[in-house]
């Protein structure tokens, strides 16, 4: 039997569900995988989540040192959230030679290059599967089971808090500030819940996901974000008069080489797979060449489902005697694509007088810009105007809304939501 000691790094909703299912499940791992984990370190600052759980006190402490100076501790997992002292506390244990599994996508997707230096130089692995899409095991999809695939895309919902609140607002009208507040409750929604909603951990899954599907690193300035905080519960009630639903999407593709990688909101048709995928649920739709549609669908935030996948990596890291290495480059600058098109929805209040509709039509089409249909409707001197237009380039819609924002009778653009 293998005996492996384990260190976890805080004890809050990741490591507290990563506890339980290592405790409840330890012998079943030995069973299955002939891996006796012991958990030998935990660093915890708060003593009332130890005493909860009913840890042992005598193996929690705030020293690093106690981790990394342990013969003993061969995996490291981390869920303290934030960059430092993740990075620094990570490094320090790869350094030591044990592998390390985060479910930090922030941390990972900032600082991968230095944790795979580290990697090489103490011989340990990098293991990462619970910071994409929680208990979903796309990243061992990814790097395990498509190798006889180039990837051409991938396109997801990758974050639980920002569909709950879509799924809530859409299906029972609620508002997005009371929705967000039982998002925190229940343990989806990061420390600073802008993380969520305004995309940026949409943006740091992407960076990873697109780096493995594309094999070059995408780097999270390369990434186009917009959140969802903008998001009125009027267009999600438009966008199911036109028969669309609203989610918070993630997509990477490469096209004729170049690589596209942008997370924002989308009307998808209500009969595309991703809009059954509701509440903190997330799924990712991967396209490959030969295999062609992979979806993966699970839950994608909360404690169990990523402790899940951080046990998962505890065990593979245990297994391995040679660890995956991670070879990707720097991407040239000219790899990414600088424009992307889609088909948009665009929501403005304007004066309602003669010749204003023709004002903005015009405006649309001195950019090329082409429209599908209208729809109006006034009320006390305004119109609110909702425009469905054709596919077009990004650059081309962004120059038509700067000139029509700049005209005397349109109060105000209200959204513009692309259409997949
Ligand atoms: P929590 O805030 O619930 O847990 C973090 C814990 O780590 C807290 O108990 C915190 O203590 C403790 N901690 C932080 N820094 C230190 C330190 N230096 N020394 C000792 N203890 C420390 O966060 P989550 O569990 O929700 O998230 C953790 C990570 O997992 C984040 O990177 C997040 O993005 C990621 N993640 C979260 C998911 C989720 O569903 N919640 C899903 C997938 C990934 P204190 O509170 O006292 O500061
Ligand atoms: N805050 C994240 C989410 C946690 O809601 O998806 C899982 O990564």
């Not at 994608?300 to 040679?322: C, F, N, R």
């Amino acid at each position: 039997m293998k005996k492996v000691g384990v260190a976890l790094l805080g004890l809050g909703t990741v490591g507290g569900g990563t506890y339980r299912i290592l405790r409840d499940m330890h012998d079943d791992i030995m069973a299955t995988d002939g891996i006796d984990i012991e958990i030998r370190h935990i660093l915890e600052k708060d003593t009332a989540k130890v005493e909860a759980l009913g840890v042992d006190p005598d193996i929690v402490s705030t020293d690093i040192n106690n981790v990394v100076n342990d013969p003993e501790i061969k995996v490291v997992a981390e869920f303290f959230g934030g960059i430092e002292p993740a990075r620094s506390f990570l490094i320090a244990a790869l350094k030591a030679g044990k592998s390390i599994v985060t479910a930090n996508k922030e941390m990972f997707s900032k600082c991968w290059s230095d944790l795979e230096a580290a990697a090489r130089e103490g011989g340990g692995g990098l293991y990462f599967e619970a910071s994409c899409v929680g208990g979903v095991p796309v990243i061992r999809a990814l790097t395990s089971s498509m190798q006889g695939n180039r990837i051409n895309s991938i396109m997801g919902i990758v974050n639980g808090t920002t569909n709950f609140i879509l799924t809530k607002m859409a299906d029972e009208g609620l508002e997005y500030a009371d929705v967000l507040k039982e998002a925190q409750r229940l343990g989806y929604a990061e420390a600073n819940p802008s993380a969520d909603v305004d995309g940026f951990d949409s943006m740091y899954k992407l960076s990873i996901l697109s780096t493995l599907c594309f094999h070059k690193k995408v780097p999270l300035d390369k990434i186009y974000r917009e959140g969802i905080s903008k998001i009125s519960k009027v267009d999600i009630e438009y966008g199911k008069r036109f028969g669309y639903t609203l989610k918070l999407l993630a997509i990477g593709k490469c096209v004729d080489g170049k690589i596209e990688a942008r997370v924002h909101p989308a009307f998808i048709l209500e009969n595309n797979p991703l809009a059954s995928v509701k509440g903190s649920f997330n799924a990712v739709l991967i396209n490959g060449n030969n295999v062609g549609d992979i979806m993966l669908y699970g839950r994608g935030a909360g404690d169990l489902p990523t402790g899940s996948a951080i046990v998962s990596d505890i065990v593979y890291a245990a297994a391995q005697t040679e660890h995956m290495r991670f070879p990707y480059g720097e991407a040239e600058a000219d790899a990414f694509a600088d424009d992307f098109t889609s088909e948009y929805y665009v929501r403005m209040t304007v004066e309602d007088k003669a010749g204003v509709l023709a004002k903005v039509a015009t405006a649309f089409g001195k950019y090329g810009v082409s429209i599908n249909s209208v729809q109006q409707q006034a009320d006390e001197g305004k119109a609110s105007i909702i425009f469905m237009i054709h596919r077009t380039a990004e650059s081309k819609i962004n120059k038509a809304i700067a000139e029509i924002k700049s005209l005397n009778e349109v109060i105000s653009v209200d959204s513009l939501i692309r259409v997949m």
